[in-house]
């Protein structure tokens, strides 16, 4: 596993919670890295992606809640998850899109699972 996601868990409605994932290197450099998300009996949808110079696309059910940020010294992408609600109840991949030339390969991290119940 190349990417290493953290912070998952339980939460109480209106709780925050930020995960974290950590790359290699040459995975992490100059690329995208960001967040999709999988509830139960859903599609996998994008969350946040944050390009290496910090331009960021957030999924529109997650807007003015969650924040993607990227800290390229630790080659680390963070989420912020504020406001979270049932809805956001999911496993949490991180993801890195590396470009290698005109090629790219898509990497998954092993999901951690978010759960906001009372």
């Known amino acids: 596993v190349q990417l290493q996601a953290s912070g998952g868990g339980l939460v109480q409605p209106g709780g925050s919670l930020r995960l974290s994932c950590t790359a290699p290197g040459n995975i992490f450099g100059n690329n995208n890295m960001g967040w999709y998300r999988q509830a139960p009996g859903k599609q996998r949808e994008l969350v946040a992606l944050?390009?290496?110079?910090?331009?960021?696309r957030v999924g529109d059910s997650v807007k003015g809640r969650f924040t993607i940020s990227r800290d390229n010294a630790k080659n680390t992408v963070f989420l912020q998850m504020n406001s979270l609600n049932p809805e956001d109840t999911a496993v949490y991949y991180c993801?890195?899109?590396?470009?290698?030339?005109?090629?790219?390969?898509?990497?998954w991290g092993q999901g951690t699972l978010v759960t906001v119940s009372s």
């Open positions: 993801y890195a899109r590396q470009w290698i030339g005109s090629v790219y390969t898509d990497y």
């Open positions: 944050i390009s290496s110079l910090g331009n960021q």
